[in-house]
């Protein structure tokens, strides 16, 4: 998927949160955005999303050349956009396989038969007990079991442009491990999805490899290069970097 | 499992063995449920458009969980708890019209435990109320008591808790918790973000609230089937 952000400032309750933003992620690319907290790094994912709370000063963003800007969430949802959220909530009274499948029914129609096997493949893929399909959505889940949860409706509902925020808060070692192998299953499986992986820390492009590295600093880019930059940016700090890219 | 339709005027339930009870109750005014000494049972009740009063005792030593879907009633609800019983009472209201529960918990013996969990739903502009006594008299020590109500007032109906704690013990524990709202805003944008459209979405959350903390192994279903149904008319 073709993703073109130009010229964006956003303002939320009257602060200004993105302000003269510029991205483009070409099919197939993988670009990380870091950044110190409070810098608009998860206000962008949200703007991408379509949150109703964020007002569109000015800019657009295109998808495939076409802006969606007047797309609501589910549209933007349904055109191919997924966000894996930092902290995906829980919500009783609603079991895990209940919320995946009305998803799927929302783009095609999926037989049941094909549902449960496909669900029980990837749930054996990201090392989830199975039992988790019937249990409360993401209710008693710890956060490592969230993020797989998360990676798990990636899997079943095949996005085209994923957002990653922050990822591996919440995940260990080893969870990290296979929920980036699985990642990159998907994407070796489906070349033209993009990723915009949203992160404070390198630890997560050490499994998932970002073509381009972006530094962003009070709601804009503010450096763009390789993943050099991002160790960079591990080895001397955001400020230190910063100040190294304005010489 | 015990399963029984109800569709006389009045009905008398005495329940003396440790079984559990599946009641469909249809044009019955008046019901009234004993759970005897030493007893643990479970009750699903299925109230479709019907005004009923349920007068529940437990006896001493007793236990009881009960779930309850109650589809456009007017509810009268005594409950009477003795001697160290112990009683789990979900309770869901989904209404189109005017609506009117007074539900009492009487705490007549010490030790007693109840926990009372009303969740509704108001789909109009109807009035749809809940009055929540909770009542500790003097002599009942050691009681444990806790009332929850929620309504998710989805048209800007007339929607009201009135929850009361009548609490003449200092050795009790005893609290409420009340909520009238719309559904949460982060998990609407969350469903919306997996492609669901706001009324597939209102259909999944109804159904969610009114079936939120009921442990239902045998009538799931038929409360799922009541609930579509109901809405779609």
Known sequence: MNIEIKDLNVDVENKKVLQDFNLKIKPGEIHAIMGPNGTGKSTLSKVIMGYPDYKIVSGDILVNQESILNLEIDERSKLGIFLVYQNPIEISGLTNSEVIKASLDSREHISLYSFIKDLEKDVDNLMMPKEMLHRGFNVGFSGGERKKNEILQVLMLKPKFIILDELDSGLDVDSLKIVCSNLNNYLKDHKDTSVLIITHYTRVLEYLKPDIVHMMKNGTIVKTGDYSLAKLIEKHGYTKTFDIAED | ?233
């Open chain 2, 1 to 233: 499992m015990n399963k029984i339709v109800i569709d006389t005027n009045e009905f008398n339930l005495i329940i003396d063995k440790n079984e559990n009870y599946s009641l469909e109750i249809i044009n019955t005014q008046v019901l009234n449920i004993k759970v005897l000494s030493n007893i643990t049972s479970k009750v699903t009740m299925l109230i479709p458009e019907t005004n009923i009063n349920i007068n529940l005792e437990l006896e001493a030593n007793s236990n009881l969980l009960i779930n309850q879907l109650s589809i456009d009633n007017n509810l009268n609800l005594d409950i009477n708890l003795l001697k160290n019983s112990n009683l789990q009472y979900i309770i869901s209201f989904l209404s189109s019209n005017d609506s009117l529960n007074n539900i009492t918990i009487n705490h007549k013996e010490s030790n007693s435990h109840s926990k009372v969990v009303a969740n509704a739903v108001n789909l109009s502009k109807h009035k749809l109320y809940l009055s929540m006594n909770g009542i500790i008299p003097k002599n009942s020590l050691n009681c444990f008591l806790e009332e929850n109500s929620k309504i998710i007032n989805l048209n800007n109906g007339d929607s009201k808790i009135i929850p009361n704690l009548i609490i003449d013990n200092k050795e009790v524990v005893a609290n409420h918790s009340a909520f009238i709202g719309n559904f949460q805003e982060d998990e609407v944008n969350y469903l919306k973000s997996r492609g669901l459209n706001q009324e597939t979405i209102n259909d999944l959350l109804l159904k969610a609230t009114l079936l939120n903390g009921m442990k239902l192994e045998y009538d799931k279903d038929k409360f799922i089937y009541f609930i579509r149904n109901y809405k779609k008319s």
